[in-house]
């Protein structure tokens, strides 16, 4: 069975929050030719085995490439994933049993995120296929039958819109007695510059996310006196 560590390695602080395959119905081809080249020599066995040792070696022909069908199948589906972490997205292309390609992109680099469903049978089982548009020299990453494609698109947008927020909490200095420092300033001109490249709806989701983490901030700085003075009360 495929093993995420086989293909990644997480870095300091990644964590991996989605890992999606092809839709189980995409196993339907593969899967029902092995079943007929299993099944149908057992009707034909009295008529291959008159034949003789060519009917027998037939027999056992067919039998092994319904096996070797079914297997193959089930291999490549549980391979060929698309793994989302907090820093990046991997797409694992298993294009045969010993043929595999591997495209990484971080999230910082993706540009535009897309899902389209197609026909009766993606609209009934809610499969679809997800475009990934990078920039630069980083290959674009695109899923194919996978269900439920618009979490996936959303799950990749709000985790781009939190990597501006860490990256502004990361370049936030620690308070110090000079607050006017020229560190400071520069730092906030380089928070700035990162939070220019956002649109109005993304800034707005960003803000949103650092008011919650205040009010968590101020909540908990009220809730911890009132914890030691229970604790003093009872030492008392």
């Given at each position: 069975m495929f093993r995420?560590?086989?293909?990644?390695?997480?870095?300091?602080?990644?964590?991996?929050?989605?890992?999606?395959?092809?839709?189980?119905?995409?196993?339907?081809?593969?899967?029902?030719?092995?079943?007929?080249?299993?099944?149908?020599?057992?009707?034909?066995?009295?008529?291959?085995?008159s034949w003789g040792v060519l009917g027998v070696a037939l027999f056992f022909i067919a039998v092994l490439l319904g096996i070797s069908s079914a297997v193959?199948?089930?291999?490549?589906?549980?391979?060929?994933?698309?793994?989302?972490?907090?820093?990046?997205?991997?797409?694992?292309?298993?294009?045969?049993?010993f043929s595999r390609i591997v495209s990484e992109a971080p999230l910082d680099a993706v540009q535009d995120v897309s899902w389209s469903r197609r026909?009766?049978?993606?609209?009934?089982?809610?499969?679809?296929?997800?475009?990934?548009?990078?920039?630069?020299?980083t290959a674009n990453i695109e899923a194919h039958n996978i269900p439920h494609p618009e979490q996936v698109h959303e799950l990749i947008n709000d985790l781009r819109h939190v990597l501006p927020v860490k990256a502004a909490m990361s370049a936030t200095p620690t308070p110090t007695a000079n607050n006017d420092s020229p560190d400071k300033d520069s730092r906030l001109k380089r928070i700035e510059?990162?939070?220019?490249?956002?649109?109005?709806?993304?800034?707005?989701?960003?803000?949103?996310?650092?008011?919650?983490?205040?009010?968590?901030?101020?909540?908990?700085?009220?809730?911890?006196?009132?914890?030691?003075?229970?604790?003093?009360?009872?030492?008392?």
């Amino acid at each position: 069975m495929f093993r995420v560590e086989d293909v990644l390695q997480l870095k300091d602080r990644e964590e991996v929050r989605h890992v999606t395959r092809r839709h189980i119905l995409t196993m339907f081809p593969g899967l029902f030719l092995g079943l007929v080249l299993i099944v149908l020599p057992f009707f034909l066995i009295f008529p291959l085995f008159s034949w003789g040792v060519l009917g027998v070696a037939l027999f056992f022909i067919a039998v092994l490439l319904g096996i070797s069908s079914a297997v193959r199948t089930l291999l490549l589906w549980d391979a060929d994933i698309l793994i989302v972490t907090t820093l990046r997205l991997v797409d694992v292309d298993q294009r045969g049993l010993f043929s595999r390609i591997v495209s990484e992109a971080p999230l910082d680099a993706v540009q535009d995120v897309s899902w389209s469903r197609r026909g009766v049978i993606q609209t009934i089982f809610r499969i679809g296929n997800l475009k990934v548009q990078t920039a630069g020299a980083t290959a674009n990453i695109e899923a194919h039958n996978i269900p439920h494609p618009e979490q996936v698109h959303e799950l990749i947008n709000d985790l781009r819109h939190v990597l501006p927020v860490k990256a502004a909490m990361s370049a936030t200095p620690t308070p110090t007695a000079n607050n006017d420092s020229p560190d400071k300033d520069s730092r906030l001109k380089r928070i700035e510059s990162i939070l220019d490249k956002y649109s109005p709806e993304e800034l707005a989701r960003i803000e949103s996310i650092l008011k919650e983490r205040e009010r968590a901030a101020v909540t908990e700085a009220f809730l911890k006196p009132e914890g030691r003075g229970e604790e003093k009360d009872k030492a008392v």
